[in-house]
Each structure stands twice: as C-alpha cells, then as structure tokens.
C-alpha cells in the first residue's frame, strides 16, 4: 500500500521559473506532511512542513499546499534555482488513535528528482 | 556530537555473510529511525525506537534484519545471511521525539550507509 505517491520521478525546469512538485495521499489519517531534499551521497534534510489543519505554508521560495479534498499537496519552489537541483521527498506523519499522539515514523514517497537549468 | 553519524560509510560484502551498520544520533535525541533506499527506490520504513518503549518493528523485510538500541544512544542495524537484494543505502535518522501532539518533530537523517552485497 503506497500511502504517498509522488508520480513524477523527474522534473526539469529553467531557472528563475516556478517548480511544482506534486504529491498524492491516500490516508487521510495523518497530522503533518513534510518534504524533505536530498542531494547525492548525502541524507535528506528537512525541507518544510504543513499540518493538516492549515492549506498553505511558506517558508521563503518554498511554499506547500494542501488540498484535503483532493488528497493532495503539492510544493512550489520561486524562482528556481541550480542549487535546487536534488531529489525532493513528500512524507506524512501518521496520527495515532489510541492516545490522539502521533506516530513518529514518517512514510515517504519515492521522490522526485528536480534538475533546474541555469 | 553535531550530527546523525553513520558507520561505516560503506560496505561491500559477499552473500551470506552478516554486517552490521551503525548510527549514532545526535545527543539527547530520544527517537531514533531506520530506513533504506534501495537503487531508484524511495525512502522505505525499517524500524523506529522511541526512549524506553518496545521498538516499531514493522518495517523489517525480514527476520534476517534486527536492531537493537543501546544505552537510548547507539543503534546497531544486522543483517544475517545477506542477499544480493538487500544492497541499498541504509539511513539513520533521529528527533527529539516521536509522539508529540504539536509540531512536527523532524527528522535529522546521517549521510548513510551504502551496503553492497556480490
């Protein structure tokens, strides 16, 4: 059961323009989505968040919105930049329902590669 | 110390021999995770420790992996007998905790483990 999908394995885009990354859940039991950017031979680093409650986050040139409805959400980078260029993970954190805590473990898509052309 | 650290960087080791691959976490990190991207895979749920609780094991493919964690601090991923399948890089990740209710506790990753099995 692949609870987060991410259906592009790659996207190329020039810089200076937008970059969206897509993401598709299908659980609804979740209380923060994450994304997280990995460069080769490196670990991810934590990118930005947004909890379930809320349907944008933005945190600079990185914005995340989320569409309960649809089961989806989605991350824009503007303007690109080559330095951009890396894998990007969406992840979900479950919640709980035994304690109304969270699940620590977050279940990760399996990425999308981002290559910004200078 | 500053950072998630991995050891060893990498591993290269023949079917059916046992390895062992550690990570120490970042100090005072009560969470501790294990994931593994295997080539042009996504980031895949091992296992997660969270202070003194039983572990989630639930993500082990095996019964050939276990882990076990010492102290709170150091964990140690085994894999016995291994097969060829089992080659990927073998992430660790820590935070300061697992089960809050606000805030998405994020996850710190190491630079991981690249295991290859002949």
């Known amino acids: 059961d692949q609870q987060v999908k991410q259906n592009s394995p790659s996207l190329s885009v020039q810089e200076g323009r937008i970059s969206i990354l897509n993401c598709d859940y299908t659980n609804s039991m979740f209380d923060y989505f994450l994304w997280y950017k990995k460069y080769p031979a490196e670990g991810p680093t934590f990118l930005i968040s947004i909890s379930s409650i809320k349907d944008k986050n933005e945190d600079g040139r990185f914005t995340v919105f989320l569409n309960k409805s649809a089961k989806h959400l989605s991350l824009h980078i503007v303007p690109s930049q080559p330095g951009d260029s890396a894998v990007y993970f969406c992840?979900?954190?479950?919640?709980?329902?035994?304690?109304?805590?969270?699940?620590?473990?977050?279940?990760f898509g399996k990425g999308t590669k981002l290559s910004v052309k200078p | 110390g500053a950072g998630v650290s991995q050891s060893p960087s990498n591993k290269v080791t023949e079917k059916g021999k046992d390895v062992e691959l550690r990570c120490d976490p970042i100090?005072?990190?009560?969470?501790l995770y294990w994931y593994r991207q295997s080539l042009g895979q996504g980031l895949e749920f091992l296992i997660y420790f969270q202070g003194n609780s039983a572990p989630d094991k639930s993500g082990l493919p095996s019964d050939r992996f276990s882990a076990e964690r010492t102290g709170g601090s150091v964990s140690t991923l085994t894999i016995q007998r291994t097969q060829q399948e089992d080659s990927a890089v073998y992430l660790c990740?820590?935070?300061?905790?697992?089960?809050?209710?606000?805030?998405?506790?994020?996850?710190?990753f190491g630079a991981g483990s690249r295991l290859t099995v002949l």
């Open positions: 992840a979900r954190r479950a919640r709980s329902l035994e304690n109304g805590g969270s699940q620590g473990n977050l279940i």
């Open positions: 990740a820590s935070s300061l905790s697992s089960g809050t209710v606000s805030g998405a506790n994020v996850l710190t």
């Open positions: 100090s005072g990190h009560t969470a």
